[in-house]
């Protein structure tokens, strides 16, 4: 017998006492491994997360846990030749495992990469700008995002066992919440090795990742109001997870990825000599036979103008004779076996279906022919095109989870966003077009029903990753049939997993619960210019209060000669006086911002070492000839970078006039060493 399956749970590995079940290669049909969770404790499970993982995770900082994502991207990428081996028993190509494990790490690259971009080196991120709540400004809203102490689990497809773990996982760590992973037991040996690799580590906190291999047995009820579950996989179960008790009563959260019958759209400007033309094609054969077309981002449903069906039938043709079927350990195979045989059953259900109204117009449904392997024990199947009778239904009800598309027609870019919209809500369509006015007409009538739209063209084509691959950087989901759920996104898919909160307080208060300075609070000026200060020395609220400086003709005649910027409401008098908005010659804004520098910068050598932009930069009151302005600088927030000898110092600055009217507002961003005197040469 083979190597029974283990489960990670609280601490330790678990392996149950029975024989298990079955896990076949999906291209000899041997016997690779046996998986049960018979005896596991998955409340401990639970338990385990809460008390160990949660509170380790929430003690670090985003950029803490994004250096922890990296570390691991890192640690997998030295073990890719292990996954790689392994891989091929679940019927993938070197192609397809590129996309699945190559397709993982990348994601915790990026996540780690936007964590420290775009995430405080803190425990809450805040979300949009302060509400002032009374007029005199001592009580102020903001929103906050926070971690939930809960758990997310997440119940994965047998399809990516790499990829559709670490996509879920790396928001969820970012967010602060610790990880139950339940994969598909027909791959799971594949996901095994994966936690295997990362708890040898050592690089993840203990309890912020745990395997549950073999079936859930009582883990959802296990859940209570601050969890979470990501389901990926078919309509059927995720209408019973839909309704178990503790979703539909206990609070638990649940994100579904489901069924999709997603579309292309070849656009009615494209001719069969236009790159368009087989930019369509290719993409189509692509989804097909990439994962033996066991992707929930795959094509469908093949729209085309009627003209151009048998045309588009006729280069399917072609493009797929040259698809080679067989076992994936020949080097010369390009697309191998469905997951199982099993699974090979359920697709040729569904090609049945479809043929109730459709006719197989590219393939054999009896097999096809193979370049090698044995069609009784692998679970191969050759690719099939279908062509839809006019009205056809079943193209829009049944999905066949395999190398299989139905070509549809329609008479007009009104009908072909019904036929896309008949699919009830999928995950992407791409509507292939070279004419701006078809891809704007196209896209506005897909996106209400599809989470991700693909425009392809000359243009973009050498660029485009294509219309089945998620990005890291971009929603992962879709409406309706698709499961109604979202994930990835950047750290929009970090923010899904924290609750947010509206904050109302006092300027001071709030400054203390955000960590970063509020309009209003408390500020701390001293004899010595928080220019002088190092990282270590600053703190929030530190600032310093210029002396005035009066802006004279000749400073706004010369700004405008040197700068060539001679716009007249700087130089031409009687033009400026008819501007309401002026009513004379009044000063560049950015000669203000110019001067105010001027007033608070500190020009010796110091513990700031550069200046990398403003932001929200707004001129609110025109600065006329002889006004006099001031400015007031604030430490707004303070930002240590993990990995360098210095952090970032976000500064409010609010110019002011003589009438102590608010003329200019930025905020001013600098690179402060973290001590001072340098103990090092700043390093990025």
Not at 32 to 45: E, F, T
Not at 133 to 144: E, M, Y
Not at 619 to 634: E, N, Q, R, S, W
Request: glycine share 12%; charged share 20%; with cysteine.
């Amino acid at each position: 017998m083979s190597t029974m399956l283990e489960s990670y749970a609280a601490g330790r590995w678990f392996r149950a006492a029975d024989d298990g079940e079955p896990l076949l290669d999906a291209a000899t049909g041997e016997e690779v491994a046996r998986v049960s969770s018979r005896g596991l404790d998955v409340a401990a499970m639970v338990r385990h997360a809460r008390r160990a993982g949660g509170p380790a995770l929430r003690s670090l900082t985003f950029h803490e846990r994004a250096a922890m994502l990296k570390a691991l991207a890192k640690h997998l990428t030295a073990h890719k030749e292990e996954l790689y081996a392994l891989s091929v028993r679940t019927g993938a190509t070197s192609r397809d495992t590129m996309v699945d494990v190559d397709g993982g790490i990348g994601t915790l690259f990026s996540y780690a990469s936007r964590g420290v971009r775009e995430l405080p080196n803190d425990t809450v991120v805040l979300d949009g700008g302060l509400e002032r709540l009374g007029k005199g400004g001592t009580f102020v809203g903001r929103h906050v995002y926070a971690s939930r102490p809960g758990v997310a689990v997440q119940i994965n497809a047998f399809n990516f066992p790499v990829w559709g773990m670490l996509e879920k996982l790396a928001p969820a760590f970012l967010a602060g919440l610790p990880s139950i992973v339940k994969p598909a037991s027909q791959t799971a040996y594949l996901t095994e090795l994966t936690v295997r690799l990362i708890i040898e580590s050592g690089i993840l906190p203990e309890g912020t990742l745990q395997l549950l291999a073999g079936g859930a047995g009582t883990l959802l009820d296990e859940l209570t109001v601050q969890d979470s579950v990501a389901f990926t996989g078919s309509a059927h179960t995720a209408r019973i997870l839909r309704r178990h008790p503790s979703v539909l009563d206990g609070g638990v959260v649940l994100g579904v990825e489901a069924d999709s019958l997603n579309c292309s759209i070849l656009g009615p400007d494209v001719r069969p000599e236009d790159p368009e033309f087989d930019l369509f094609v290719k993409g189509v054969v692509t989804e097909m036979t990439v994962k033996a077309g066991q992707k929930c981002t795959a094509i469908r449903r093949v729209l085309v103008p009627g003209t151009m069906a048998g045309r588009v039938v006729e280069a399917l043709a072609a493009r797929l004779a040259k698809v080679t079927v067989g076992d994936p350990r020949n080097p010369d195979v390009r697309m191998g076996a469905l997951a199982s045989l099993g699974q090979r059953d359920e697709v040729r259900k569904a090609v049945e279906a479809l043929k109730a109204n459709a006719e197989v117009v590219v393939g054999d449904p009896g097999g096809g022919a193979l370049l090698d392997g044995d069609p009784e024990r692998g679970a191969f199947m050759t690719p099939l095109v279908l062509r839809a009778r006019p009205g056809a239904a079943e193209p829009h009800d049944v999905e066949p989870f395999g190398p299989v598309s139905t070509v549809l027609t329609y008479d007009d870019l009104e009908s072909a966003i019904g036929l896309a919209a008949r699919g009830k809500g999928s995950l992407v369509a791409s509507v292939v077009t070279h004419d701006p006015q078809v891809a704007r007409s196209v896209v506005l009538g897909l996106a209400p029903w599809h989470g991700r739209v693909l425009v392809l063209d000359r243009d973009d084509a050498k660029e485009s990753t294509g219309h089945g691959s998620p990005l890291p950087v971009l929603v992962h989901g879709g409406p309706g049939r698709a499961g109604g759920g979202e994930e990835l996104g950047g750290v929009r898919g970090v923010l899904r997993h924290m609750q947010r909160t509206a904050v109302q307080a006092s300027p001071d208060l709030l400054t203390a619960v955000t960590g970063q300075w509020t309009t209003g609070a408390a500020r701390a000026e001293s004899d010595v210019h928080p220019f002088r200060k190092s990282l270590a020395e600053l703190r929030i609220g530190d600032g310093i209060s210029s002396v005035p400086r009066t802006v004279s003709l000749a400073d706004i005649d010369h700004f405008a000669e040197f700068t060539g910027d001679t716009f007249y409401a700087h130089t031409d008098a009687d033009a400026a006086a008819r501007n309401p908005l002026f009513g004379g010659i009044v000063a560049h804004g950015y000669l203000v911002v110019s001067l105010a520098a001027g007033l608070f910068v500190d020009p010796a050598p110091g513990p700031v070492l550069a200046n990398f932009g403003v932001d929200g930069l707004r001129f609110l009151t025109p600065v006329k000839a002889g006004d006099a302005i001031a400015v007031t600088l604030t430490v707004k927030q303070i930002t240590p970078r993990v990995n360098a000898d210095y952090g970032e110092v976000r500064w409010e600055a609010v110019v002011t006039n003589q009438d102590g009217q608010a003329v200019a507002t930025y905020d001013v961003l600098t690179l402060v060493a973290k001590t001072w005197p340098a103990t090092s040469a700043p390093s990025c």
